[in-house]
């Protein structure tokens, strides 16, 4: 069976260096929709610049375009045996058409990772990042903006998928929670 996962949680939660490890030890892609849409926009592409004002203002995509990126991403070979999904979903109608593409696959989610960190901590680890156009209020607005949304927790909570992870952790003892979370998904 596909390990199909995917990770919620704030910015500066630790999502990506975890989203690498667990791809990294079960050999299935990490993929991270911000990072699609960032490499579309530095290329140029006809989708890149569609979204490009939108990624300046660090405002969310519409549905429609992050979903295709999504779709056509997940049609690639090398997510037969899986994925990590970042960044994705960030809204409810988002979940749903995940779910109805992993559907015609004959698949479905092992599991929802919810990192949970509180937001003072996660300003502080953004500000300590600091990429170059971070300000402390670009920051504020990024924690703003993609908080997650509670009625897409409730969604996977309902399904039984969900797990929270105590990501105010250090890296070693995070991945040693999610390595836990992942056997028990995958033993289901
Ligand atoms: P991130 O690297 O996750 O912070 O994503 C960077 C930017 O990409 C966000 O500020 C959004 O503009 C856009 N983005 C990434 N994923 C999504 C998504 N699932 N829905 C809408 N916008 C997204």
């Given at each position: 069976m596909p390990l199909d996962v995917v990770i919620l949680g704030?910015?500066?939660?630790g999502k990506g260096t975890q989203a690498e490890r667990i791809a990294a030890e079960a050999g299935i892609p990490h993929i991270n929709t911000g990072a699609i849409l960032r490499a579309e926009r530095d290329a140029g592409t006809e989708l890149g610049r569609a979204v490009e004002a939108v990624l300046a203002r660090g405002d969310l995509v519409s549905d429609e375009i992050v979903i295709a990126v999504v779709r056509d991403r997940l049609?690639?070979?090398?997510?037969a045996r899986g994925f990590v999904l970042e960044?994705?979903?960030?809204?409810l109608p988002q979940a749903e058409a995940l779910d109805a593409m992993l559907a015609t696959l004959d698949r479905e989610l092992s599991v929802v990772l919810e990192f949970q960190i509180s937001e003072a901590l996660a300003f502080e680890r953004l500000l300590k990042r600091?990429?170059?156009?971070?300000?402390p209020e670009t920051i504020r607005h990024r924690i703003e903006v993609q908080r997650v949304p509670e009625e897409l927790v409730e969604y996977y909570r309902a399904r039984g998928i969900l797990v929270g992870i105590?990501?105010?952790?250090?890296i070693d003892e995070v991945f040693a929670e999610v390595e836990d979370v992942l056997e028990t998904a995958a033993a289901r």
């Open positions: 704030p910015p500066g939660a049609a690639e070979d090398d997510t960044g994705f979903p960030r809204t600091g990429r170059k156009d971070d300000t105590h990501a105010d952790r250090t």
